[in-house]
Every structure is written in C-alpha cells, then in structure tokens.
C-alpha cells in the first residue's frame, strides 16, 4: 500500500465532498452503553487490536485518494456511517494516510440501537465550522416501542470562504424488508426536509449538501421525495446500473450511498462553488479481486468470517470548483 494511488496535480479551485460507510468502526473496549459485543477481542470476531489497526490504516489510504485524480487533493469533506464514538475518529485522523491532512471532525452520541453514529471530517484548511447541530428522527416499533436510529447531523460552515450546510444521514435498514422498513426511511426522509426548510427559512439562497447512506436507492420514494420537493439535484440518479453500485446484497447492486446537493449549485457565480462533477469511489483495490464475489466492496468480515478488507460499502464523491 502506497501514500497515494498516484500523483495528480492539485487543483486549488477544486474541492471534494464524499460520503463513506465504514462497516461497523468499533474499537475493542467493552463500552456498556453500545451494542459492541461482536466486536471484543473475547468475541466470535476476535476484533483484536491488531485487526482494527489493520482496518484503520485501510481506511485512512482510502479517504486520502477520494476525488484525489480530479483534484490532486484528499477530500475537505468527508461525510462518515457506522463510527462507534470519537475515539475511533481520532485514530482515523491521526492514521498514518490521514495525519498530514488536518483533519478535524464533528461528531455527535446518538441512542442508535447498535451503537453507531454519524460524523463529518473536515479539512480545517478548508472549512471553518461555525455551528453544528443533531436532530433526532422518531422511530416506533409494531408494539409501539421506541426504535432509536441515528441522528441527522447539520454541520454549517465556511468552505474556502463560502458558507455551506452539509446533512450527514445514515437511515433505517432494509433488514426486516423493505416495504416494511420503508415508512421509517421516509421518517428520516421527511426528518431531512425539516432541517432544510429551516436552513431555508434563514436564508432562501442557502447552498446545502445532503450526503449519507440512506438505504435506498435514487428511484426511491423517500429519495425522489426530498429530490421533488426541496428543490435537489441527484447526481447519483445516472451511477447506478446492474453491474455497479455502493454496496451488494442477494447478487444485486444498490446505490444507498449518495450525495445530493441545492440546484444553486449549478449557477454559475464568480467566487462562488458549483457543480462539477460526481462519482462512486470503486477503485480496484476497495474489491475482492477474485472468486464469484469478485468486484465487489472487499469486506472487514462477511458474517463472523474475518476478510481483513475496508467495507462493505464503496465511498461516493462530488466535486465542486470554484
């Protein structure tokens, strides 16, 4: 493994935000208030130290090369899925791929059942945060219990000078199907739009970035919902075909990583980011290279099997220029 894929030139007026799931980033304390008990050194997984080293260092190579051909550059923004709390963000930023990159990040606890949150890393030579904020998204269960997913997080900042509100998402899962599971993507879809009407309500002009793994695909009701109805444009939408996707499940390929953005992104002001151009992350060494599974992401473990991969989601892009 290489400090980089290649070099590129670096394109100042270029900057990247990507989105990644990380596939259950546990370190391997015993914590009493998550559900980590797969990942123990004592458990069935082993999740031994040496194993997580390895994956933190697996990761770190991959975020350091997103958007890295087009820009030159590691991501200003990096959108994060299934981190287990902040200490395991820090050993991410302080990895050897990643410690010259001045990372910095913005991460919340939620009461997600599993254990896992959201965060946003941030280039702090590019962006300046100036607020932060989490919104919880009401889940119930058939008996009428509480069902707690991951908070919405909202973090506003200053990207290059210019003010950006990126939403980091991480929606229900398809586990118990998903026509069944469906009504709580659109909790969290409808969860969403709140925080953007009240961005909106502030400012009518606000340059917003919604990013996430959101458990559903760009067709998808809860997707076309917020695309519809608050004035969104889904790069995504063109990505996805049979062959390629972010994740696979029962030999069919999903696009549930995705990044949408305001329509304003597209107006064409000096100074001022626009649009330039989006993409799945799925370069060859993030796939398995061989057997009947080849092409696909290259896992941590596929059940209590040990693989010693990154994750079982390939990362997404979007580049802005200015």
């Known amino acids: 493994m290489t400090d980089a894929l290649e070099d590129f030139p670096v394109r100042d007026d270029l900057q990247t935000v990507a989105f990644y799931n990380l596939e259950n980033l546990f370190d391997t304390s015993d914590d009493k208030h998550t559900h980590d008990n797969d990942f123990l050194p004592t458990s069935v997984k082993k999740w031994t130290p040496k194993r997580y080293d390895n994956k933190i260092k697996k990761l770190g190579f991959a975020i350091s090369n997103i958007g890295r051909k087009e820009t030159g550059k590691h991501p200003a923004l990096v959108g994060l899925a299934e981190v287990e709390n902040a200490s395991v963000i820090e050993d991410l930023i302080n990895s050897e791929h990643l410690e010259d990159c001045n990372y910095s990040y913005v991460h919340y606890d939620s009461l997600d059942e599993r254990g896992i949150d959201v965060a946003l890393l941030y280039d702090t030579d590019a962006f300046e945060v100036t607020a932060s904020d989490t919104f919880t998204v009401q889940l119930f269960d058939d008996d009428g219990s509480p069902d707690y ?16 509100h990126v939403i980091v998402n991480h929606w229900s899962s398809r ?148």
């Open 149 to 164: 997913t991951r908070d919405i997080l909202l973090v506003s900042g200053l990207l290059d000078g210019e003010t950006i």
């Open 175 to 322: 586990r118990e199907g998903e026509k069944e599971t469906e009504p709580k993507r659109m909790a969290s879809s409808n969860k969403a739009g709140e925080v953007i009407s009240m961005l909106r309500d502030d400012n009518p002009d606000a340059k917003i970035i919604v990013i996430g793994d959101f458990n559903d695909d760009p067709s998808s009701k809860s997707i076309k919902q917020l695309v519809d109805h608050f004035n969104l444009y889904n790069p995504m939408e063109t990505l996805r075909s049979y062959d390629r996707g972010t994740t696979r499940h029962n030999r069919q390929w999903n696009l549930f990583d995705q990044i949408l953005f305001s329509t304003n992104f597209f107006e064409s002001t000096r100074d001022e980011f626009e649009f330039s151009t989006a993409n799945i992350f799925d370069e060859d060494f993030l796939k398995l290279f061989k057997g009947k599974y080849k092409g696909t992401p290259f896992r941590t473990y596929v059940g209590k099997k040990y693989k010693g991969g990154y994750s079982d989601h390939f990362p997404v892009y979007a580049i802005f220029k200015k």
